[in-house]
């Protein structure tokens, strides 16, 4: 018993500060029926109970190119029976490494107020200080996992700031930090943290999303390097919007993928945002998520940049590493990407910081694994958003493979 309350201490440890665990769209048996579905109006509902999985060895008889079906859930195995394999990182062969020619700004906290739903949405943004005057800046809306905050992937946000986009992180409803700093009592998570699983809104995100870019003209009156004379840099024909964990499967809602949802069965829609034009999964979620099925992809025509990894599990979570390729596996062909790290937890994508506090065990080195992240990310945005043929040739060639040194697996179609 000490054991166990031990884990589920640290467990919830990493949550408070950097949380990031899956939670699903699945409907309520007490959610009210919802009458007319709209794009406009996502419908809220109460995640379902999800029960743990023992991560199985991958068949290395099916091809990588075929998905599997709901029914026959898949993974690699956990850290303690798969040996470490040594990889050696090449970072000559990564994609704009070094951080970008710009100073990076900060605006560590901007309520932005919503008149219809009465709250502020806490956002933390980044953008370069010293761009030229005369370009209009791409936009990256990132959504933190269940129970983070708008400081998750700091690195990663400043890489990309770096580089010549705006990057603008809310900090959702679900957070702990959040909800501590309200006032709420959380000591019940201690007993059972499958309640922060539950208290996510899937709606509520993509309504944050959503308020973000319609308030986009606020967003630039904050910060003068968004401003020239007094008209906004932000592009809005060159938005993406990433997430890890939790924040993946905004990502996809957002980007368009079909959900099911409460009291409505098996039909299936798009409530998604045609102001964004990509989207990067970190850690998604595949076909063992109720809300989704084999059809929920296949009409996205939209690029998509798929992150999984072979240890990447999480004990109240029933997705498997498999199960986090989907996305890519059932997507419609055209500007769809898969980076399929071995060795890659639940964590390691955003840095040592997360994976620790989660108690993880990566076999795969995690600067390598962020360093492989961080290059196939800003190569993807410069390639979708910024058509850069220099991007365009590095994801058709084999550079992300060889800066893993065979770590990653790398598709596209």
């Not at 219809?116 to 943004?125: G, T």
């Amino acid at each position: 018993m000490r054991v166990e309350s031990v884990k589920r201490t640290i467990f919830l440890i990493g949550v408070f500060l950097l949380g990031s665990i899956e939670y699903t769209f699945a409907q309520a048996a007490s959610q009210p029926a919802v009458s007319q579905p709209a794009a406009s109006r996502p419908v809220a509902s109460r995640p379902a109970r999800l029960t743990n999985v023992k991560p199985t060895r991958r068949p290395a008889s099916r091809p990588a190119s075929q998905p599997t079906t709901a029914s026959q859930p898949t993974s690699q195995p956990t850290s303690a029976s798969r040996p470490a394999r040594e990889y050696h990182e090449d970072r000559s062969a990564g994609y704009k490494l070094e951080p970008g020619p710009y100073a990076v700004d900060l605006v560590s906290d901007f309520p932005l107020y919503d008149k219809r739903r009465d709250k502020n949405l806490p956002l933390l943004i980044r953008c370069p200080k010293n761009a030229p005057e005369k370009e209009l800046l791409p936009l990256v809306v990132f959504s933190h996992g269940a129970g983070g905050a708008g400081d998750a992937f700091g690195e990663w946000s400043a890489h990309l700031a770096s580089h010549g986009y705006v990057v603008v992180h809310p900090t959702h409803d679900d957070s702990l930090k959040l909800r501590r700093k309200q006032g709420e009592d959380l000591s019940a998570l201690r007993a059972d943290p499958n309640k922060l699983r539950e208290s996510v809104n899937p709606a509520e995100r993509l309504a944050d999303v959503r308020l973000i870019l319609d308030s986009l003209d606020k967003i630039e009156d904050k910060r003068p390097e968004l401003k020239i004379g007094d008209k906004g840099r932000i592009d809005r024909n060159r938005i993406a919007i990433a997430g890890h964990s939790a924040g993946a499967y905004t990502a996809q809602v957002a980007l368009g993928a079909k959900v099911r949802l409460p009291r409505h069965g098996a039909a299936l829609f798009s409530i998604g945002d045609d102001r964004i034009k990509a989207a990067v999964i970190i850690s998604g979620q595949g076909l063992t998520n109720k809300s989704l099925s084999a059809e929920s992809w296949k009409d996205i025509k939209k690029p998509m940049l798929v992150f999984a990894g072979s240890l990447d599990v999480v004990s109240i979570s029933n997705e498997t590493p498999e199960s986090r390729r989907h996305p890519f596996e059932y997507a419609a062909p055209g500007e769809k990407y898969l980076v399929y790290i071995d060795g890659a937890t639940h964590g390691s994508y955003q840095g040592r910081g997360l994976s620790s506090l989660l108690g993880e065990e990566p076999t795969t080195d995690v600067k390598l694994i962020t360093d492989t992240v961080a290059s196939a990310t800003l190569a993807f945005l410069d390639s979708t958003l910024g058509a850069d043929s220099k991007a365009r040739t590095y994801l058709a060639g084999d550079g992300l493979v060889k800066l893993s040194g065979g770590a990653a697996e790398f598709k596209r179609k």
